[in-house]
């Protein structure tokens, strides 16, 4: 950010600013998503935008080394009290808050006092991996779905609604709220694709229209904080983490995503394996054989190793198949004559308690690393792989998800590609978070640790 990009970032917000006053917006808070998945906010006057356009918002670098509960790791990289960054509010995603009456949200980048952007920096990261893409001649679509669970005020986890899985009955008795999520969401031009009540105690989920990797994390950011702002109205309180009870089904926090080239969809009408092309396969393949080391960023809390178990929809074995919800990678082909653009690759076993930059940027990598080694992609699977025999998983090459968060960190570090991507300061401290999360459950029961994580994220 050169003295010259610092003027225009300055012009640029001082219209905005303008427009933004004249339709009520006092406050801009300004997020970003730290290593541990905790979206975190600096929130300036309407009137400071510009200022913080053109020189930022001072916070400090230690916030990469936040674990989930606020205590703050030491490692070889990771970053500790002293120094500054400064965060950059994008102006192109400013979003005026419907539910948060004269707020309006951006997200941040993350500069140094020089005007570099920092290293660690999350979103960043995931602009970076894009851009790779897109030199290897390919963009990507993608969109997070968003499941939650409501409870009455307090500490407990107390439903704020009852009724079966996908009832009827639950939408009627939150119709108000429902509607208020949905108009909330159109009045801040997010379009979504459904919403309705899920499996678990209290739980709901929404999903929203695919766009390039970086709006899709922004998005799920401020689909999530809006949520939140309408639940409040609501009087109710709001988890997003991958297991609000120890038993029961977890929220998780799906990635949709799909490769395409010269506006054609990789994911269909090719010659491989259930319609995808070659290049679409190898991306896949990449993804399916890091699928370990991808947890590192995509279901990194230990809430998350408690998600992933068999027969919960979560995806917990290294397997694909089409319309598959047990494997962790499920081929959404979409009804004949609209896959040309709705075939997409769901990644199942990622949660809401990833950084959505991290989650991207790891998926991006992982799949240009498969095309790189023209990765083979094994045999599709069309069953649960928790109702075969061991002797058969292994014959199909079906392994487990690592059960723990260290054996994620350790494949994460062990992949030379993904460090490369990731480059080795964050990927080492997102390392050493992991293992700094284990250890502070590694006496902890599943009760513990899901009241302990339950209001995090
Ligand atoms: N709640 C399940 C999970 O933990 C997913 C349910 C579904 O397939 O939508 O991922
Ligand atoms: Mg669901």
Redesign the pocket.
Known sequence: MDEQERANQAAIARKRQAELAARGVRVVSVTWVDNSGVTRVKAVPIDRLDHAAQWGIGASPVFDSFLFNDFVITGRHAPGAVGDLRLHPDLDRITVLAAQPGWAWAPADRYDQEGVAHPLDQRTLARTATAKLAEAGFTARAAF?V?WAISEPGEEFRPAVSGPAYGHARLVARSDYLRDIVAALADQHVSVDQIHP??AAGQF?ISVAAGDPVFAADSTVLVRETIRAVSAHHDLRVSFAPKVLADGVGN?G?VHLSLWRNERNLFANGDGPCGLTREAAEFTGGILRRLPALLAVGAPSAGSCLRLVPSH?AGAFVAWGPENREAALRLVTGPAGSRSWAANLEVKCFDQSANPYLAMAGLIFAGLSGMDEQAELPDPVDVDPATLSEEERAKRGITALPGSLTEAADAFLADKRLCAGFGLPLATTIADLRRAEAEHFADASPEEIASAQRWVY
Request: aromatic letters at 24%; hydrophobic letters at 10%; glycine letters at 12%.
């Open positions: 779905e499941e899920e499996y989920e998780g799906h929809w």
